[in-house]
Each structure stands twice: as structure tokens, then as C-alpha cells.
């Protein structure tokens, strides 16, 4: 609900952070005992030559938006 719920509400996204009929329906799917903290990497990959950090993803398998698969 912290990662969520809360962080939706508080940006005034009441359809999104829970589920719920009549709500839109977001899911991460992951391996929980895959999960890691990987090294942070710095990729100049933001527009106008700047940078950022990264950290590649371990243990996701998908990611869901209104019921629909978005990354498999």
C-alpha cells in the first residue's frame, strides 16, 4: 500500500494503487526469491546530453495496466 496506494492518492490518481472493481488494474509481476540490489550504472540516455542512474532488473516477469500486458 506504501509503494501504491498512498503514492497514487497522494498524486490524485484515484483509479490506480489498489485493486478494486472499477479500478484500472496495474500489476507487477515478479519472483520475489529473485529480486536483488544491483550495482547502480550511470547511462547517458536523457535527452540533451545528461545522464542517469540505473539498475537492471532482476526478478520481474511483467507488468500489467488496465489489464493488459505491457512488458512480458
Not at 492518492?9 to 515478479?30: K, P, Q, S, T
Not at 546530453?49 to 526478478?59: H, L, Y
Request: overall charge negative.
Amino acid at each position: 500500500h506504501s509503494l501504491t496506494g498512498r503514492v497514487a492518492g497522494f498524486f490524485g490518481f484515484h483509479d490506480r494503487g489498489v485493486i478494486a472493481e472499477g479500478r484500472a488494474g496495474d500489476l507487477c509481476v515478479f519472483a520475489l526469491d529473485e529480486l536483488e540490489l544491483g550495482a547502480e550504472e550511470r547511462v547517458w540516455d536523457v535527452p540533451h546530453g545528461t545522464w542517469r542512474f540505473r539498475r537492471r532488473p532482476a526478478g520481474f516477469r511483467a507488468t500489467i495496466v488496465a489489464g493488459e500486458p505491457t512488458w512480458l
